[in-house]
């Protein structure tokens, strides 16, 4: 594998703390968000225009459906169903409980349309200032088309890291406080995962943060206050890592003609003057990605 070009901003938005990547392949356009300005970004990587949509708490995290023109979106105490051409948004079944004292953060749809949304001790306020997080009150779910909630873990510091590989065999999923990505072994006629066990753990820069899988099997795993995303082998073993010019690397996802183009998203807290901190990057790649799973969305939705 090599980088062909890059790392380039290509959109200099300064989030605060920019998360959930997304690339919406029939727009040629990628969708993020900005957690604590309560954000959501549409890059369109033809023109290179940025438009920004506004929420009413945080966003973590934006995912195709089976509908091209609207999206899940995962919001600090619930998920939605949005189109963004005309705002219109409806709920899903789904409320967190124990909201605002925990949030909702990563998410992702798996191979067979569920949602799989991971939550944290909640950090930010109503007013859109920060507070300490910490603890252990994250737990994963599991959200299917038919509504129906299921919890697979429980006791996690801050949920981030939800990916599946080419074969659909394997789920990924990590805990930024305990510096852990571990790996699961994914049930893909029930959407089960068991056989617990760890991948990617103790790396000593930074925290893992969001991750991709790409048609290789490689995971890309970016390393919040860690300036770097590493290439992770199916084995475990460091592939490669690829050195960011900043130091808040918060996830990534590929896009572009033939997925080749892998856009990463960063975040300006506590980057002390970063010029780019925040921005939205490219990176050129000779490696294809995978193309995004999507949320089936429930019939009754309307």
Known sequence: MKIVSGPTCVAQV??????????????????????NRFLIHRYDAGSHDVETWEFSEPV??????????????VLGSRVILWEPRTGREFPTAFQLSGWPHVRLNDARPDPRGSLWLGSMRNNVNPDKTTRSTGGTDGVLYRLDPDGSISEWRAN???????????????????????N????????????????????????????????????EG???????????????????????VIEMPISNVTTCTFGGKD?????????????????????????????CGQAENRFSIPEQAS
Do not use: K
């Open 60 to 73: 973590t995290a934006v995912n195709m459906t089976t509908r091209d023109d609207t999206l899940a979106v």
């Open 156 to 178: 996690l510091g801050v949920s981030n890291t939800v990916a599946w590989s080419p074969d659909q065999t394997r789920f990924y999923f990590g805990d930024s406080l305990a």
């Open 14 to 35: 300064g989030d605060f703390c920019g998360e959930g990547a997304v690339w919406h392949a029939p727009e040629f356009a990628l969708y993020w968000t900005d957690i």
């Open 259 to 287: 997925l080749h183009t892998l856009y990463v998203t960063s975040a300006s807290a506590e980057s002390h003057g970063e010029d780019l901190a925040g921005g939205l990057f490219a990176i050129e790649t000779d490696v």
């Open 180 to 215: 852990s990505v571990r790996c699961y072994d994914y049930n893909v006629i029930d959407g089960s995962i068991s056989g617990e066990r760890p991948f990617f753990e103790g790396f000593p820069r930074g925290v893992p943060d969001g991750s991709t899988v790409d048609a």
């Open 218 to 240: 490689y995971l890309w795993n970016c390393r919040f206050y860690g300036g770097c995303i590493v290439r992770v082998a199916p084995d475990g073993t460091i592939d490669t």
